[in-house]
């Protein structure tokens, strides 16, 4: 191997011009071909994960924006192996979903083949970037030697019930030796609500079949019936993610809430460690509120309000029971079980059509609407549990069936949707906390009239009431205390093809009911069968249905349904530690060593979805002890988004669009104009290419066009918008570094701001970037090609510029401030470049840090140095010397009168005495006093010196 890398290297020394499409490919291939970034579970170096968000391989490619989060995660990887840590930087693909998916229905191509092909491009992409990954360790969801060990995590899932005692999952088997011994009185689980107490005579009294059917109450992925949005245009259950403003994001089709059987998953059961285990990473404050707020924790009481004339009640969770006096009206979910059944029949047709209207909105959609008043009466009472008054009952969405009990008690003088509400349908609003805002300070009010009818409460705090009617309502067995989350159980199930078949079969019992039962271990991987279309079948299955044979070998029918997206992401970080083991997800000693990731970098879009849903597997995975630590990412950063500079043309409105005209950005004004996106590869510096235009958008010409220019030139409009496709505003950073090189690109993206914020990206801003590089060849050789280096002694101004360099830097680096490092950088090359200094000593150092930034001229100029034997990557990071960091000199600006007239250099040991002899004896100072005295020479140390004449 070594005598490999020398003969790549040998002709290096010999290139004195920069030339970044040869370099960038050499070093590249050099990565490649001697595995560089290729990292063992075993060293004696320390140990750092460092992890990107893996992409969904879509076939549009990588555009600009997307690199930027790898680009950061790659300099940080680069910097820490440099540091002397033993890295693990992997990359991998969640290449399962619905995109390749409904390529397939319009093309009748196989999503395996559109996928491997996507993932071939994004590889190529990639790699011209110059990560530094370890592709040995690479991994694809939808390889049946990955969604294998999805599918064994299911199964253990399905194998485990969460136990309120131990605050953990168990096997299940533990608690059948439960039932066994005691029945389930004693059994402190996360179960179906509808959970019958039974003995363990009576348990022990049952059939197999009647004990396998209790424990599916328990186990952590069930079978249930759940309001889901779903889309008939594509066939599918979607995600919220995957719905906006009523319709599917992919394909704009129509999406409906529709109560459907489907798998899902406890993860309520971790809601309150998932809060507590906020309090021990190391995240940003609004990632985690929005977490905190999705889980949503609140204190309060289940109430039950009797229904009039019938014997059912609806229990409603409420955190201000002392409020529970001015109920005057109550809602229910358009969804909720007893809809159907309180409604009277005078109110049934009005019922049905809001039911209906109700369906063709998503869930986050009717979470987020603040403003819309709507809603239908039932027909139907409840009684006051305290006061016995009647209060109507009415459905409104804004009020869903899988949050609390789908019921809420309306108190219009204490909420302001419920006030809404109120005054929309002209119901009363009762005065019932005239001081509610100001009680918590009034710990000793004692006010008459704060609450009507509540002798039970009169003159107690808030807090205090609260406390003494949870106590009176338990006592009169009309509600109970409760904590409640707003997180709900996850819908595990898709009705699409392109996902991991769940390791399921279904018997039919006794009763004629389907019961779920899992396939061995050594049936697995469960992989997709072949079927002739990606579509439902005729009857309406999932396209699973049309696979021929497609039944578990005892003969049983295998489930239809497939995983959502999300499972395979769930876990994916531990098998990049081990991702070619054939008998576990990973092994124990890898597990051991990695433990958990170290930085994990990725878009803000997954707070509430991957992220929950990842650290809940994670905490799972713990409890049957398969993993060693219990929060999957010890740092979490979230990239800001590179958006996208659009440009417009203006076509005058009411002209011929035979013979379109199109108006410069400077003369717009004097016309009625449209705005047209057009595409930015073709506008340079604002200016448009015509030519390229007419044949970019044929669309837009019948015959001919009209350009009204300025100066000869066509001047574009501009806006900052999301990178987009549909704005023609996506830049390939394929010609980015087809023109400029990656090393420039990295720089560029890293430059443009803050890495957690967004910024709008600028092509024509580039240049000063490629400049930059150029300039930092030019340390090493002169205009004519000459190599300059010299090795010789550092001055002291070189060592001053080098280090306060190298402290800035490796600040910056670590505050992942990586925006005012590239500035260091530029303003060392400058500094180094004014000193007219080509040292060796000197330019080694630069070289290791930058080189995580601009790797493949940092490897390049290694070279040139005369390092033949390994690369840059590993060279040891630089270290600053304090004594060089430390100016002994300051340079005062000199202000008369408040203006600055003049600067001098003064040494820091320099007396303030001293320092005003010396600015009045300044000739510059002298000529802008004009001969006056002055009145007071003000010496800030440090600062700066006034003169007031």
């Not at 808030?462 to 409640?484: M, P, T, V």
């Not at 496709?725 to 023109?739: E, G, L, Q, T």
């Not at 300039?775 to 280090?803: C, I, M, S």
């Given at each position: 191997?070594?005598?490999?890398?020398?003969?790549?290297?040998?002709?290096?020394?010999?290139?004195?011009?920069?030339?970044?499409?040869?370099?960038?490919?050499?070093?590249?291939?050099?990565?490649?071909?001697?595995?560089?970034?290729?990292v063992n579970n075993e060293s004696d170096l320390p140990k750092y994960y460092v992890l990107d968000m893996f992409p969904y391989p879509s076939g549009a490619g990588l555009h600009v924006g997307h690199p930027l989060g790898y680009i950061a995660s790659d300099i940080y990887s680069r910097y820490k192996r440099q540091k002397g840590f033993n890295v693990l930087h992997p990359m991998g693909f969640d290449s399962f979903g619905l995109p390749a998916e409904q390529y397939a229905i319009q093309t009748g191509q196989h999503p395996a083949v559109t996928t491997r092909d996507n993932i071939a491009r994004y590889i190529d992409q990639l790699k011209n970037l110059g990560f530094s990954y370890d592709w040995s360790r690479e991994v694809r969801t939808s390889e049946p030697s990955y969604y294998r060990w999805t599918q064994w995590i299911f199964k253990c899932l399905f194998d485990s019930w969460y136990n309120i005692a131990s605050d953990k999952a168990e096997g299940i088997d533990s608690l059948i030796?439960?039932?066994?011994?005691?029945?389930?009185?004693?059994?402190?689980?996360?179960?179906?609500?509808?959970?019958?107490?039974?003995?363990?005579?009576?348990?022990?009294?049952?059939?197999?079949?009647?004990?396998?059917?209790?424990?599916?109450?328990?186990?952590?992925?069930?079978?249930?019936?759940?309001?889901?949005?779903?889309?008939?245009?594509?066939?599918?259950?979607?995600?919220?993610?995957?719905?906006?403003?009523?319709?599917?994001?992919?394909?704009?089709?129509?999406?409906?809430?529709?109560?459907?059987?489907q798998w899902m998953m406890r993860i309520s059961s971790y809601a309150q460690r998932l809060l507590d285990g906020l309090d021990t990473v190391d995240w940003s404050d609004s990632l985690k509120e929005q977490q905190r707020n999705w889980i949503g924790r609140s204190v309060g009481a289940l109430v039950k309000f009797q229904l009039e004339g019938l014997d059912q009640h609806i229990e409603v969770f409420t955190t201000r029971v002392d409020t529970i006096y001015g109920v005057s009206f109550m809602v229910i979910a358009p969804e909720h079980e007893l809809v159907e059944q309180i409604t009277t029949d005078s109110q049934k047709e009005e019922i049905g059509a809001?039911?209906?209207?109700?369906?063709?909105?998503?869930?986050?959609?009717?979470?987020?609407?603040?403003?819309?008043?709507?809603?239908?009466?039932?027909?139907?009472?409840?009684?006051?549990?305290?006061?016995?008054?009647?209060?109507?009952?009415?459905?409104?969405?804004?009020?869903?069936?899988?949050?609390?009990?789908?019921?809420?008690?309306?108190?219009?003088?204490?909420?302001?949707?419920?006030?809404?509400?109120?005054k929309h349908f002209d119901l009363?609003?009762?005065?019932?906390?005239?001081?509610?805002?100001?009680?918590?300070?009034?710990?000793?009010?004692?006010?008459?009239?704060?609450?009507?009818?509540?002798?039970?409460?009169?003159?107690?705090?808030?807090?205090?009431?609260?406390?003494?009617?949870?106590?009176?309502?338990?006592?009169?067995?009309?509600?109970?205390?409760?904590?409640?989350?707003?997180?709900?159980?996850?819908?595990?199930?898709?009705?699409?093809?392109?996902?991991?078949?769940?390791?399921?079969?279904?018997?039919?019992?006794?009763?004629?009911?389907?019961?779920?039962?899992?396939?061995?271990?050594?049936?697995?991987?469960?992989?997709?069968?072949?079927?002739?279309?990606?579509?439902?079948?005729?009857?309406?299955?999932?396209?699973?249905?049309?696979a021929e044979g497609w039944g578990h070998e005892s003969g049983h029918p295998y489930e239809l349904s497939t995983m959502p997206g999300w499972a395979g992401s769930s876990w994916y970080w531990y098998r990049y530690m081990d991702p070619q083991n054939d008998e576990a997800f990973a092994s124990k000693e890898a597990i051991d060593y990695w433990k958990a990731v170290d930085l994990y970098i990725g878009g803000t879009e997954h707070a509430t979805g991957h992220l929950l849903y990842s650290r809940f597997w994670n905490k799972f995975l713990k409890d049957r002890g398969y993993v060693s630590e219990e929060e999957p990412f010890k740092k979490l950063i979230n990239q800001g988004m590179i958006q996208g500079r659009s440009n417009f043309v203006y076509?005058?409105?009411?002209?011929?669009?035979?013979?379109?005209?199109?108006?410069?950005?400077?003369?717009?004004?004097?016309?009625?104009?449209?705005?047209?996106?057009?595409?930015?590869?073709?506008?340079?510096?604002?200016?448009?290419?015509?030519?390229?235009?007419?044949?970019?958008?044929?669309?837009?010409?019948?015959?001919?066009?009209?350009?009204?220019?300025?100066?000869?030139?066509?001047?574009?409009?501009?806006?900052?918008?999301?990178?987009?496709?549909?704005?023609?505003?996506?830049?390939?950073?394929?010609?980015?570094?087809?023109?400029?090189?990656?090393?420039?690109?990295?720089?560029?993206?890293?430059?443009?701001?803050?890495?957690?914020?967004?910024?709008?990206?600028?092509?024509?801003?580039?240049?000063?970037?490629?400049?930059?590089?150029?300039?930092?060849?030019?340390?090493?050789?002169?205009?004519?090609?000459?190599y300059v280096v010299e090795d010789k002694p550092a001055t002291e101004a070189e060592l001053k510029v080098l280090h306060k360099t190298i402290k800035k830097v490796e600040g910056d680096i670590e505050n992942f401030s990586f925006n005012t490092a590239v500035s260091?950088?530029?303003?060392?090359?400058?500094?180094l470049g004014g000193l007219k200094s080509h040292n060796k000593g000197i330019l080694e150092q630069l070289v290791i840090l930058i080189s995580a930034y601009a790797p493949h001229i940092a490897e390049e100029l290694w070279t040139v140095l005369g390092h033949e034997a390994g690369t840059v990557s590993s060279a040891p990071y630089p270290v600053w010397e304090q004594k060089y960091v430390v100016d002994a000199v300051f340079e005062y600006p000199v202000q008369i009168n408040g203006k600055v007239r003049a600067t001098m250099p003064f040494a820091l040991d320099t007396s303030v005495a001293d320092i005003q002899a010396e600015v009045l004896a300044n000739e510059t100072v002298l000529k802008w006093m004009e001969g006056k005295p002055a009145k007071k020479v003000i010496v800030v140390p440090k600062r700066i010196v006034n003169v007031v004449i």
């Amino acid at each position: 191997m070594d005598i490999e890398i020398i003969k790549i290297k040998s002709s290096i020394c010999i290139m004195s011009e920069y030339n970044h499409k040869e370099i960038e490919k050499k070093w590249q291939q050099f990565w490649d071909q001697n595995q560089v970034f290729k990292v063992n579970n075993e060293s004696d170096l320390p140990k750092y994960y460092v992890l990107d968000m893996f992409p969904y391989p879509s076939g549009a490619g990588l555009h600009v924006g997307h690199p930027l989060g790898y680009i950061a995660s790659d300099i940080y990887s680069r910097y820490k192996r440099q540091k002397g840590f033993n890295v693990l930087h992997p990359m991998g693909f969640d290449s399962f979903g619905l995109p390749a998916e409904q390529y397939a229905i319009q093309t009748g191509q196989h999503p395996a083949v559109t996928t491997r092909d996507n993932i071939a491009r994004y590889i190529d992409q990639l790699k011209n970037l110059g990560f530094s990954y370890d592709w040995s360790r690479e991994v694809r969801t939808s390889e049946p030697s990955y969604y294998r060990w999805t599918q064994w995590i299911f199964k253990c899932l399905f194998d485990s019930w969460y136990n309120i005692a131990s605050d953990k999952a168990e096997g299940i088997d533990s608690l059948i030796a439960e039932f066994e011994k005691n029945g389930n009185i004693e059994v402190k689980a996360v179960c179906d609500e509808d959970t019958p107490i039974f003995t363990a005579s009576q348990w022990n009294s049952w059939s197999d079949e009647d004990r396998y059917r209790m424990t599916l109450k328990y186990r952590l992925t069930y079978v249930a019936d759940a309001t889901v949005n779903w889309c008939p245009g594509l066939g599918s259950v979607l995600s919220n993610d995957e719905v906006k403003d009523g319709v599917s994001e992919r394909g704009g089709f129509p999406v409906v809430q529709k109560l459907m059987r489907q798998w899902m998953m406890r993860i309520s059961s971790y809601a309150q460690r998932l809060l507590d285990g906020l309090d021990t990473v190391d995240w940003s404050d609004s990632l985690k509120e929005q977490q905190r707020n999705w889980i949503g924790r609140s204190v309060g009481a289940l109430v039950k309000f009797q229904l009039e004339g019938l014997d059912q009640h609806i229990e409603v969770f409420t955190t201000r029971v002392d409020t529970i006096y001015g109920v005057s009206f109550m809602v229910i979910a358009p969804e909720h079980e007893l809809v159907e059944q309180i409604t009277t029949d005078s109110q049934k047709e009005e019922i049905g059509a809001y039911i209906e209207m109700t369906k063709k909105r998503s869930e986050r959609d009717r979470m987020s609407d603040v403003k819309t008043v709507s809603g239908a009466f039932t027909g139907a009472y409840v009684l006051n549990p305290l006061s016995q008054e009647r209060v109507p009952v009415y459905i409104a969405d804004y009020v869903l069936a899988g949050y609390g009990t789908g019921a809420v008690m309306a108190v219009p003088s204490g909420d302001q949707r419920d006030w809404n509400f109120a005054k929309h349908f002209d119901l009363p609003i009762v005065p019932i906390l005239d001081a509610q805002k100001n009680i918590e300070k009034e710990a000793d009010s004692t006010k008459e009239g704060q609450y009507i009818n509540s002798g039970i409460i009169d003159g107690l705090t808030f807090a205090e009431a609260n406390e003494k009617l949870i106590a009176y309502i338990e006592d009169q067995g009309i509600g109970k205390g409760k904590i409640n989350y707003r997180i709900r159980d996850a819908v595990f199930g898709r009705q699409r093809y392109w996902g991991e078949p769940v390791p399921v079969y279904y018997k039919t019992d006794s009763q004629g009911q389907a019961l779920p039962y899992l396939i061995d271990d050594a049936e697995l991987p469960l992989n997709l069968p072949a079927i002739d279309k990606y579509l439902p079948t005729e009857t309406g299955e999932p396209p699973l249905g049309r696979a021929e044979g497609w039944g578990h070998e005892s003969g049983h029918p295998y489930e239809l349904s497939t995983m959502p997206g999300w499972a395979g992401s769930s876990w994916y970080w531990y098998r990049y530690m081990d991702p070619q083991n054939d008998e576990a997800f990973a092994s124990k000693e890898a597990i051991d060593y990695w433990k958990a990731v170290d930085l994990y970098i990725g878009g803000t879009e997954h707070a509430t979805g991957h992220l929950l849903y990842s650290r809940f597997w994670n905490k799972f995975l713990k409890d049957r002890g398969y993993v060693s630590e219990e929060e999957p990412f010890k740092k979490l950063i979230n990239q800001g988004m590179i958006q996208g500079r659009s440009n417009f043309v203006y076509r005058v409105k009411n002209a011929d669009l035979t013979h379109p005209i199109f108006v410069s950005a400077g003369l717009k004004s004097q016309y009625e104009v449209t705005a047209l996106h057009v595409d930015v590869n073709i506008v340079e510096n604002d200016v448009l290419n015509v030519d390229k235009f007419k044949a970019s958008r044929p669309d837009l010409f019948a015959e001919k066009a009209e350009f009204i220019l300025e100066d000869g030139k066509y001047i574009c409009g501009t806006e900052v918008e999301k990178m987009s496709k549909s704005k023609f505003n996506v830049v390939n950073p394929d010609d980015i570094i087809a023109r400029y090189g990656a090393d420039t690109l990295r720089l560029y993206e890293m430059f443009l701001g803050p890495l957690e914020q967004a910024k709008p990206w600028n092509t024509n801003g580039i240049d000063g970037t490629y400049r930059f590089i150029k300039k930092l060849w030019r340390l090493f050789y002169n205009d004519n090609g000459q190599y300059v280096v010299e090795d010789k002694p550092a001055t002291e101004a070189e060592l001053k510029v080098l280090h306060k360099t190298i402290k800035k830097v490796e600040g910056d680096i670590e505050n992942f401030s990586f925006n005012t490092a590239v500035s260091a950088f530029m303003v060392c090359v400058n500094d180094l470049g004014g000193l007219k200094s080509h040292n060796k000593g000197i330019l080694e150092q630069l070289v290791i840090l930058i080189s995580a930034y601009a790797p493949h001229i940092a490897e390049e100029l290694w070279t040139v140095l005369g390092h033949e034997a390994g690369t840059v990557s590993s060279a040891p990071y630089p270290v600053w010397e304090q004594k060089y960091v430390v100016d002994a000199v300051f340079e005062y600006p000199v202000q008369i009168n408040g203006k600055v007239r003049a600067t001098m250099p003064f040494a820091l040991d320099t007396s303030v005495a001293d320092i005003q002899a010396e600015v009045l004896a300044n000739e510059t100072v002298l000529k802008w006093m004009e001969g006056k005295p002055a009145k007071k020479v003000i010496v800030v140390p440090k600062r700066i010196v006034n003169v007031v004449i």
